[in-house]
């Protein structure tokens, strides 16, 4: 008897085009408030394992810049940009993004060391770009709503009562464009969240350090 069979259903189709951090990345380096990193940033493209040329990725910095801010992988896969740091001492996240890829965005580390009397945190939707920053005592934090931005506010959290969005304050949200400055006068770590989208210790948060 000959026995006949079929297999029955299908795969789902298996993205094999992937973006990742390239080997050296570049990822994790510090400097110098608006200097130029000494290393480029690397990112690989690779289809079914093997590396991609001619993929466009697109780089971008809160508060600093880089250059360029699109480039295309070589016959390595690989793309790179070069880092300007903002102005400003803080924890900054680097994007990379291959359209289509999995793995995309990419988000790499980088670090602006020395505090300066003046910073600027973009209010973007759902994040605080950077959501870590240093400023000298006595210095201004100047919070800016990116453009299509809507809903946010700026809350302190207790017993710190700076920075507070304000005309209307918390509770109430401010769409773009909008944007309030705030004096530091004092040596501390001051936490924010934004009401509509954070709390405390999650979401849309983050963290002003005061330095003499």
């Not at 990112?43 to 699109?70: C, D, E, F, H």
């Not at 999995?102 to 980088?110: N, Q, R």
């Not at 507070?164 to 705030?182: Q, R």
Request: proline share 10%.
């Amino acid at each position: 008897m000959l026995l006949l069979g079929c297999s029955s259903g299908g795969t789902e189709p298996v993205n094999d085009l992937v973006l990742a951090k390239a080997s050296p990345s570049g990822d994790g380096q510090s400097g110098p408030a608006g200097t130029t990193l000494a290393s480029p940033l690397r990112a690989m493209v690779t289809q079914a394992g093997a590396p991609l040329a001619g993929r466009t990725v697109t780089w971008a910095i809160a508060g600093g810049s880089v250059n360029p801010g699109t480039s295309t992988t070589g016959a390595d896969g690989v793309a790179s940009t070069t880092v300007t740091l903002p102005p400003f001492a803080a924890s900054n996240a680097v994007t990379a993004v291959s359209a289509g890829a999995s793995g995309s965005p990419l988000h790499f580390s980088v670090t602006s060391t020395g505090a300066t009397s003046a910073v600027t945190i973009k209010v973007a939707n759902n994040v605080f770009l950077p959501d870590n920053a240093q400023v000298e005592a006595g210095g201004t934090v100047t919070f800016e709503w990116q453009g299509g931005s809507s809903n946010h506010n700026v809350t302190p959290v207790a017993p710190n009562t700076i920075p507070m969005s304000t005309n209307p304050a918390p509770p109430a949200t401010h769409d773009a464009p909008y944007s309030f400055p705030t004096v530091f006068p004092a040596v501390g770590t001051f936490v924010f969240f934004c009401g509509a989208h954070g709390t405390p210790t999650s979401g849309m948060r983050g963290t002003i350090t005061v330095v003499p």
